[in-house]
């Protein structure tokens, strides 16, 4: 009896995942659009935080429409879009710049920017301190997965 209770134990140890280790699985990703689109706010984009481990955050977004030009300080994004299509707007100058919240930086366009075409599959990585702004076209709809990190 003893035995069967020391070989359950060490099994359940191997069995546990390290700590902080997570897995977003292919079929969990595809089934967010459906499940953010009922919860769109008025700027036409849902979000759902999966997890936060302090310096970064992984979460989910879906939009029906174009998002602010924005500047986060100290936060690099890294995305990877799982399905629609949309355009990334790196660089220029904000239009109409307001802070809401410490380092966070929003407008209503980016001037002087470089547009480009995203799809499913495809990933971009903005740093810190660079304008950027999510675009798209009538009727278009985009689902991506963010990648949030602080820097010092």
Not at 82 to 99: C, D, H, L, M, Q
């Amino acid at each position: 009896m003893r035995y069967v209770a020391a070989v359950l134990m060490a099994v359940t140890a191997f069995a546990a995942d390290p700590a902080g280790f997570a897995i977003w699985r292919n079929s969990e990703l595809k089934g967010k659009e459906k499940a953010l689109a009922p919860k769109m706010d008025a700027k036409k984009v849902a979000t759902e935080t999966f997890a936060n481990y302090g310096n970064h955050s992984v979460m989910a977004a879906h939009r029906e429409g174009s998002g602010e030009a924005e500047l986060h300080e100290k936060t690099v994004d890294i995305s990877l879009i799982e399905s629609g299509e949309a355009y990334i707007v790196v660089g220029g100058k904000i239009v109409n710049t307001r802070t809401t919240a410490p380092g966070e930086i929003r407008g209503d366009s980016i001037e002087g920017g470089t547009r480009y075409k995203l799809a499913a599959g495809d990933m971009f990585h903005v740093p810190a301190n660079i304008p950027h702004q999510m675009v798209l076209d009538p009727g278009q709809q985009v689902t991506y997965v963010i990648v949030k990190v602080s820097t010092p």
